[in-house]
């Protein structure tokens, strides 16, 4: 009896023991992208989140996004970008470039998620948007103007640029670094991938680190 409780008091801390977390596997919690891509700050982690406003994914996925971005290291950058996956997303691409370049997207991005997700606007109709933020208080002309901009047309096409050059084949996805994409339809959950986000963070921390 005496053997059987030394025993048992052994085995128990045991099980109380966490192991350590399973090491990433690329193909499974993220894909390697080739050729790398560049990013804008050598000195900074860059993640990119590709979206699209008509994406139910993306507008649930909104609110986890705030609240994981808001924890980043101070040498990390979160940047999102409209993913275009075919032609019909680019107006709203152009929707979301014409509020950045009039300091807006703070005010609307949730705006442009909610109207299309709770109340049922199709924004995708450039005319409907511009008559739906008139609404809200915005410049119908200005942001007509913004919309069909020189500036507002080249970060469509850079979009599109990354979207392909990311090889993405839907949304909501993350970039980290130029090097890695990773997404809920590879982790099984947005808070794996926001574990997954973090792990290959640290990854390029250590990397950068390194190199000093």
């Not at 069909?148 to 909501?172: C, D, E, I, W």
């Not at 970039?175 to 574990?195: D, P, R």
Request: charged share 20%; aromatic share 10%.
């Amino acid at each position: 009896m005496k053997k059987l409780i030394t025993l048992l008091s052994l085995a128990i801390p045991l099980s109380l023991v966490t192991l350590p977390a399973r090491a990433l596997d690329a193909g499974i919690d993220y894909q390697t992208v080739s050729p790398i891509q560049s990013t804008a700050n050598k000195q900074q982690v860059e993640v990119l989140e590709f979206f699209w406003y008509r994406c139910p994914h993306c507008f649930h996925l909104e609110p986890e996004l705030k609240s994981w971005s808001k924890k980043l290291p101070k040498n990390v950058v979160l940047r999102r970008v409209p993913g275009i996956l075919s032609d019909g997303w680019i107006h709203l691409a152009k929707a979301y470039y014409a509020l950045e370049a009039m300091g807006l997207i703070e005010r609307m991005h949730d705006e442009v998620f909610k109207a299309i997700h709770t109340q049922g606007v199709d924004l995708n109709n450039p005319t409907a948007f511009f008559d739906w933020a008139a609404t809200k208080g915005i410049d119908k002309r200005k942001l007509e103007s913004a919309y069909n901009s020189f500036g507002v047309n080249s970060k469509v096409m850079q979009a599109q640029h990354l979207t392909r050059a990311y090889k993405l084949t839907g949304v909501p996805a993350f970039a980290i670094n130029g090097k890695y994409t990773t997404s809920a339809t590879l982790t099984g959950s947005n808070a794996k991938t926001f574990e997954v986000i973090d792990a290959l963070i640290a990854q390029e921390q250590k990397s950068k680190d390194g190199k000093r």
